[in-house]
């Protein structure tokens, strides 16, 4: 049996897999490619185990709840210890992974279940979870949000599922030269020396843009569809509350959670923070790009560019 070891740095941060079984790890974690490293020396901020037996997939210690994350189930257990279990289901109520953490997430052990997708599957959201609460503990955020890359900086469209964020970065990239999306679903955010940097990471939606990058940020812009496109800075207060709002976080977790709110709140003291009432348009586009960088818009016609 030949057991491997994968090793990736997502956002400044090492972390390794460990596979116990006879496995080729990295036909579960195709996204995670860019961000491979070999055999790295630097302080893991959390290793995960993987193994057929390692973890059941029965309920155990006190239930916190059932969520619902994207439409797959994520059953939530707090155990003696301070740590948790997590069995996780795809979005056809399949049991696709059971994850057992300790209490700060540095140390995880997970099983995958079925065929090799949704083993796959159950992976990369142990991941994700993992990245999020391990990752809390040293100043990074997960957030939900999609991307642009402009001009050396990171412009992140916030909002609930479905308010456009994709959307508006597709009209910056259509309307605004230069542009490109550094990520599409969840980038991650720390502060580097007193700078808040946006990173990309595995986790990118749909969309591919699992890139291995970082630049500072440049701006938030809090979307809502609207019938006219009217742009408004909050004040630091609302900024901090948009932020952490868009977050990955654990109310009920008082340790990663006040993690949370101290990164998020030393970032919206640094970073402005807007409200976009806005249509899907090239308007919307101009306002947000103008209050967010302080250009002027030059129109161009996207249609002939």
């Known amino acids: 049996m030949n057991k491997q070891d994968l090793s990736f740095c997502i956002a400044g941060a090492y972390l390794r897999v460990h596979f116990l079984d006879d496995v080729d790890g990295r036909r579960y974690l195709e996204t995670?490619?860019?961000?491979?490293?070999?055999?790295?020396?630097?302080?893991?901020?959390?290793?995960?185990?993987?193994?057929?037996?390692?973890?059941?997939?029965?309920?155990?210690?006190?239930?916190?709840?059932?969520?619902?994350?994207?439409?797959?189930?994520h059953g939530v257990y707090l155990l003696p210890n301070g740590g948790y279990k997590m069995i996780i289901s795809n979005l056809n109520g399949e049991k696709a992974c059971a994850l057992q953490t300790n209490a700060n997430f540095s140390d995880c052990q997970i099983s995958l279940f079925g065929n090799l997708l949704n083993r796959a599957f159950g992976l990369n959201n142990a991941m994700m979870v993992a990245f999020a609460f391990a990752g809390a503990h040293h100043s990074i955020l997960l957030m939900h949000s999609s991307v642009a890359l402009h001009d050396g900086r990171g412009y992140l469209f916030l909002g609930k599922s479905g308010t456009g964020k994709s959307t508006h970065n597709d009209?910056?990239?259509?309307?605004?030269?230069?542009?490109?999306?550094?990520?599409?679903?969840?980038?991650?955010?720390?502060?580097?020396?007193?700078?808040?940097?946006?990173?990309?990471?595995?986790?990118?939606?749909?969309?591919?843009f699992y890139r291995q990058l970082s630049v500072p940020i440049g701006a938030y812009v809090r979307l809502e569809q609207a019938p006219e496109n009217i742009i408004e800075k909050e004040h630091k207060l609302q900024g901090f509350a948009t932020i952490l709002s868009s977050c990955s976080t654990?109310?009920?977790?008082?340790?990663?959670?006040?993690?949370?709110?101290?990164?998020?709140?030393?970032?919206?003291?640094?970073?402005?923070?807007?409200?976009?009432?806005?249509?899907?348009?090239?308007?919307?586009?101009k306002i947000s790009f103008e209050a967010c960088t302080g250009k002027k818009y030059v129109f161009i016609n996207a249609d002939k560019a």
Request: proline fraction near 7%; charge should be negative; glycine fraction near 8%.
């Open 32 to 73: 995670y490619a860019p961000f491979y490293v070999k055999e790295t020396k630097e302080n893991l901020m959390f290793t995960m185990t993987v193994g057929d037996g390692l973890v059941n997939d029965e309920p155990e210690g006190s239930e916190v709840g059932q969520f619902d994350c994207g439409g797959n189930n």
């Open 250 to 285: 654990m109310i009920w977790d008082k340790s990663s959670y006040n993690a949370i709110c101290d990164t998020a709140s030393a970032v919206a003291s640094i970073v402005p923070v807007f409200h976009l009432k806005n249509r899907p348009d090239e308007e919307a586009a």
């Open 171 to 208: 009209l910056w990239n259509k309307y605004i030269p230069g542009t490109e999306i550094l990520n599409d679903d969840n980038p991650a955010i720390r502060v580097v020396d007193g700078k808040p940097f946006v990173y990309g990471t595995p986790w990118s939606g749909k969309r591919n």
